[in-house]
């Protein structure tokens, strides 16, 4: 069982950056941040695995960047160049057991943080 912690949301104008950050308590195989607006489906929005491969939604692409520091257990999330549709409750989730959900479509992560919400405004 692993638990995650986040942290780091808040409001910032449109143009603006935020970090949020990511504690898991255990070993992981892959780690995501996802995001859902009131009324929009989950997105998944960025991955990255024990060695580091990336990936990222055309949404966020450019403009997210994903990292982690192994030896601390944490995800971060940088956000760049913020929009207005940026706007939603943000989401870290982990897998354990290989990264068969990592690459793919799949968002039927095992484990997920609370949520921490991430506002934009003009």
């Known amino acids: 069982q692993v638990q995650l912690v986040e942290s780091g949301g808040g409001s910032v104008q449109d143009g603006g950056s935020l970090r949020l950050s990511c504690v898991a308590s255990?070993?992981?195989?892959?780690m995501a941040w996802f995001r859902q607006a009131p009324g929009k489906e989950r997105e998944k929005i960025a991955v990255?695995?024990?060695?580091?491969?990336?990936a990222y939604s055309t949404s966020v692409k450019g403009r997210f960047t994903i990292s982690q520091d192994n030896g601390k257990n944490t995800l971060y999330l940088q956000m760049n160049s913020l929009k207005l549709e940026d706007t939603a409750m943000y989401y870290c989730?982990?897998?354990?057991?290989?990264?068969?959900?990592?690459?793919?479509?799949?968002?039927?992560?095992?484990?997920w943080g609370q949520g921490t919400q991430v506002t934009v405004s003009s």
């Open positions: 255990g070993r992981t195989d892959c």
């Open positions: 989730a982990a897998e354990d057991s290989g990264r068969v959900r990592c690459f793919s479509g799949r968002k039927d992560f095992p484990y």
């Open positions: 990255i695995d024990t060695d580091g491969r990336t």
